[in-house]
T-cell receptor, first 112, second 116 residues
Framework: RKEVEQDPGPFNVPEGATVAFNCTYS??????FFWYRQDCRKEPKLLMS???SGNEDGRFTAQLNRASQYISLLIRDSKLSDSATYLCVVNAGGTSYGKLTFGQGTILTVHP | GAGVSQSPRYKVAKRGQDVALRCDPI?????LFWYQQALGQGPEFLTYFQNEAQLDKSGLPSDRFFAERPEGSVSTLKIQRTQQEDSAVYLC??????????????FGSGTRLTVV
C-alpha cells in the first residue's frame, strides 16, 4: 500500500463546477499536510496547508480528518486556470526533519 | 537568487554515461531535498541534507546515485552509468527550517533527464 493515495482522475469539469479531491495516508504519526499544485512540465508549488480545523483560501477549502487519516480539497466555482495536477503531500513523523511524501497526483481539467 | 535554481534544465545522456545535476537553494535555507519524478507519478524522495550533512539517503535507488552538499549551500546529484530507468525529472527543494510545518517547501524547476 502506498503511503499517500489519491484518485489519479482525470477529473473533467465545466467552468463554475465544484470539484472535490480525496487523499488517504497510512502513517498515523504524520504531522503536517499540504496540497501542492503542479502545472504541466512545471515544478510543484504549495497551494495550501491543511489543518484539522479546516481552512479556506478563497475558492479552495482543505480538510483533515486525523482519525480516518483522510485529507480533502474542495474547489468551488472552477476556473480554466485551475487545470493542473493536484498533489496530496504528507510530512511524516518519525524523522528529525520534515520529509515530504507525495501522492500520485490528481489531474483536473476545467473546460469552457 | 529569489528561488531554487537547478541546472541543466534538460539533459540527454547516452546509456552508461555519468551525469551531474546541480541545485542552488535559496540563500540561508538549511534543509535541501532531492526528489525523482517519473512521468505520471508524484515526486519520490531521494535524499535529504541539513546544511552539509546528508542525514537521509534512504531513497537513492542504487549505489549509482550519489549526492553531496559540501559547503551547505549548492548541492550536486550525480548518477553514474546511467540507465533508461533513470529517465525522470529530478527536483530539488529547500526550506529555511528543519521541520517545515506550515509553509511547505520551495521547489526548483527541475532537471529533465532522458537516457537514450
Amino acid at each position: 500500500r502506498k503511503e499517500v493515495e489519491q484518485d489519479p482522475g482525470p477529473f473533467n469539469v465545466p467552468e463554475g463546477a465544484t470539484v472535490a479531491f480525496n487523499c488517504t495516508y497510512s502513517n498515523s504519526a504524520s504531522q503536517s499536510f499540504f496540497w501542492y499544485r503542479q502545472d504541466c512540465r512545471k515544478e510543484p508549488k504549495l497551494l495550501m496547508s491543511v489543518y484539522s480545523s479546516g481552512n479556506e483560501d478563497g475558492r479552495f477549502t482543505a480538510q483533515l480528518n486525523r482519525a480516518s487519516q483522510y485529507i480533502s480539497l474542495l474547489i468551488r466555482d472552477s476556473k480554466l486556470s485551475d487545470s493542473a495536477t493536484y498533489l496530496c503531500v504528507v510530512n511524516a513523523g518519525g524523522t528529525s526533519y520534515g520529509k515530504l511524501t507525495f501522492g500520485q497526483g490528481t489531474i483536473l481539467t476545467v473546460h469552457p | 537568487g529569489a528561488g531554487v535554481s537547478q541546472s541543466p534544465r534538460y539533459k540527454v545522456a547516452k546509456r552508461g554515461q555519468d551525469v551531474a545535476l546541480r541545485c542552488d537553494p535559496i540563500s540561508g535555507h538549511v534543509s535541501l531535498f532531492w526528489y525523482q519524478q517519473a512521468l505520471g507519478q508524484g515526486p519520490e524522495f531521494l535524499t535529504y541534507f541539513q546544511n552539509e550533512a546528508q542525514l537521509d539517503k534512504s531513497g537513492l535507488p542504487s549505489d549509482r546515485f550519489f549526492a553531496e552538499r559540501p559547503e551547505g549551500s549548492v548541492s550536486t546529484l550525480k548518477i553514474q552509468r546511467t540507465q533508461q530507468e533513470d529517465s525522470a525529472v529530478y527536483l530539488c527543494a529547500s526550506s529555511l527550517r528543519v521541520r517545515e510545518q506550515n509553509y511547505g517547501y520551495t521547489f526548483g524547476s527541475g532537471t529533465r533527464l532522458t537516457v537514450v
